[in-house]
C-alpha cells in the first residue's frame, strides 16, 4: 500500500463548476499537507500549505484536512480553463530534511 | 523570494552516454537542496537531497549520483545511461529558514534516453 494515494482522473469538468481533488494517507506521523499545481512541461508550483485539521482559504481554493480520517482535500470554485493542470498533494512528518511524500496527481480539465 | 535555474531545458542522449544536469538557486543561502525525477503520468519520485555543501543522502540506489560543489549548486551525473532513466528532473529547495518546511521546484529538464 502506498503511503499517499490520489485518484489519478482524468477529471473534466464545465467552466464555473466546483472541483474536488483529494488524497488519502496511511502514515500518522505526517504532519503538514501542500498541494502543488504542475501544468504540462513546467515544474510543480505551490498552492496550498497547511498543518492544522480544518479549512484554510485563498481566494477561489480551499485546502481542507481531516486527519482523524487521514484525509485531505482541495476545493477549487468558480473553476476556470487556466485551472487545466495535474494537482499534486503533498505531505511530511517532522524532520530535518524536510523531505515530502508526493500522490501520484490528479489530471484535470475545464472545459470552457 | 527564491529563484532556481535548471540546465538544460531538454536533453536527448544515447543510452551509455554520461549525464550532467545543473540546477543553481538564487535568493536564499544555505537551502536544502532536492533531486526528483518524475517519468510520463507518474508521481515524484525523490532521488537525492543535501541539506550543505558536500552532504548528499541518496533515496534510490541506481546509475545516478549527485554533488553539492557550492551552496547553490546542485549537479546530477551519471556515467552511463540507460533508457530507464528517461524522465522529467526537477530541481527542488526548501528555503532558509527552513522552518517554513515547503518546496518550491524548478522549471525541470526533460531527458530523452534512446
Known amino acids: 500500500q502506498k503511503e499517499v494515494e490520489q485518484d489519478p482522473g482524468p477529471l473534466s469538468v464545465p467552466e464555473g463548476a466546483i472541483v474536488s481533488l483529494n488524497c488519502t494517507y496511511s502514515?500518522?506521523?505526517?504532519?503538514?499537507f501542500m498541494w502543488y499545481r504542475q501544468y504540462s512541461r513546467k515544474g510543480p508550483e505551490l498552492l496550498m500549505y497547511t498543518y492544522s485539521s480544518g479549512n484554510k482559504e485563498d481566494g477561489r481554493f480551499t485546502a481542507q484536512v481531516d486527519k482523524s480520517s487521514k484525509y485531505i482535500s482541495l476545493f477549487i470554485r468558480d473553476s476556470q480553463p487556466s485551472d487545466s493542470a495535474t494537482y499534486l498533494c503533498a505531505m511530511r512528518s517532522s524532520g530535518s530534511a524536510r523531505q515530502l511524500t508526493f500522490g501520484s496527481g490528479t489530471q484535470l480539465t475545464v472545459l470552457p | 523570494s527564491q529563484t532556481i535555474h535548471q540546465w538544460p531545458a531538454t536533453l536527448v542522449q544515447p543510452v551509455g552516454s554520461p549525464l550532467s544536469l545543473e540546477c543553481t538557486v538564487e535568493?536564499?543561502?544555505?537551502?536544502?537542496l532536492y533531486w526528483y525525477r518524475q517519468a510520463a503520468g507518474r508521481g515524484l519520485q525523490l532521488l537525492f537531497y543535501s541539506v550543505g555543501i558536500g552532504q548528499i543522502s541518496s533515496e534510490v540506489p541506481q546509475n545516478l549520483s549527485a554533488s553539492r560543489p557550492q551552496d547553490r549548486q546542485f549537479i546530477l551525473s551519471s556515467k552511463k545511461l540507460l533508457l530507464s532513466d528517461s524522465g522529467f528532473y526537477l530541481c527542488a529547495l526548501t528555503p532558509q529558514p527552513r522552518s517554513t518546511d515547503t518546496q518550491y521546484f524548478g522549471p525541470g529538464t526533460r531527458l530523452t534516453v534512446l
Open positions: 535568493g536564499t543561502s544555505n537551502p536544502n
Open positions: 502514515n500518522s506521523a505526517f504532519q503538514y
